[in-house]
């Protein structure tokens, strides 16, 4: 028998994964043993993509929208997305100045081939969406983390860990705003001093919105619209969270003209276009009814809130209150503590045999530091009804009460 050992890529031992896929193998491991699960793994929506923008992808297919397309996307969506980002950045995009994608992902790897040589240190946040860190590596750069701070009531990014990283070396700045995992969102302090950081060190910066329009509270800023940022700025722009569209695969980047054209070059060498009638239902998720989304918001906020007050009651559990996302990053170190928890992949694991509450760690987000103090959870709720929600952490509640580990 022949074997393939030996034969691949060096780069191949570089590529990550996101590992809270594992979770989801787990949780149907449970649901096989016949155990009740309450999936607050799932960064999926269960939310129905609104109607309009399934009957405009179903007429455009119809009328034949089905074959190739410019590789930097249809010219109506183009518009209609810089005219979006337009209005809630106060900016002045043209549609010259986007690239649809399929999906906001691609956008990440698009980005760093387009800015990155290899040996490059680029700055990403960790915790954080694990994919920044696979993709910074695979194409040879060097991945240096940046932390959050607890601060009690919110997180916000250690600035002055982040500034302490810069070198000589540091070409691109990762920033994902509001965040997933942590469900923090920056405040204007915030932004403004991570814009000056990127101008006073000439960093270009990767602004992933892909949560951007999920916002209960505070106001919407994005880090492009600061002075100076546009010229520096790629936005990595999605339809996955906002129209529940995750599994139709649109997105887009957007930013300054040079990097778009590179950027609508690595489409034609990579996937030649976005499906056709995929961006003419975009264009009607932008242009056409928008109850669809806003009912979307209203439901992620009351299940928010549901969650929120569930887990006060949660003994050792301490939780702050995210403006944003669809995510909760619970610290839970006293929790392991009153089930005789040392490693929080161990207390996850416990919860998810004594309760069936299903949900990622922090390991899930990239390597942690061998010196963070306190441990946590990530608890999503875009999967999750609000009733089930309140059963589940109640189940949680009474497993910590018992103190049973
Ligand atoms: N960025 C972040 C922070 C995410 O959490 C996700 C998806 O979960 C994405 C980007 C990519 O989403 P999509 O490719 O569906 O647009």
New binding site residues.
Partial sequence: MTTLEGRFARRVAQLGTETAFAVAAEAADAARDGREVFPFHL?DLDLATPANVVEAAYRAAKDGRTGYCPPAGIPELRAAIADDVNASHGSSYSPDDVAVQP????V?GKFLLALMNPGDEVLYPNP??P?YESQIEVHGGVAVPYGYLDRDEDFSIDLDGLEASITDRTRLLIV?DP??PIGADCAPEELERLAELARRHDLLVLC?E??FDIRYEGHRTSLASLPGMAERCVI?Y????RFAM?GW?L?AAIGPREVIDVIGRLNVNDESCTNQFVQVAGVEALRGDQSGPRHIVDVLHARRDVAVQALEKVPGVRCNVPRATFYLFPDVTEAMRLVGATDVEAFRRGVLRATGVACCSRVHFGRPAPDEPRQYLRLAYAGIGADRIEEGLDLLRAYLESGDG
Avoid: V
């Avoid at 999906?103 to 691609?106: D, E, I, L, Q, S």
């Avoid at 999605?238 to 969270?241: A, D, G, M, Q």
């Fill in positions: 960064g999906g906001g992902k691609p990440i954080g969406y994919i994902n965040q997933n992933d892909a949560y990595l999605t339809f996955s969270k995750t695969r997105g």
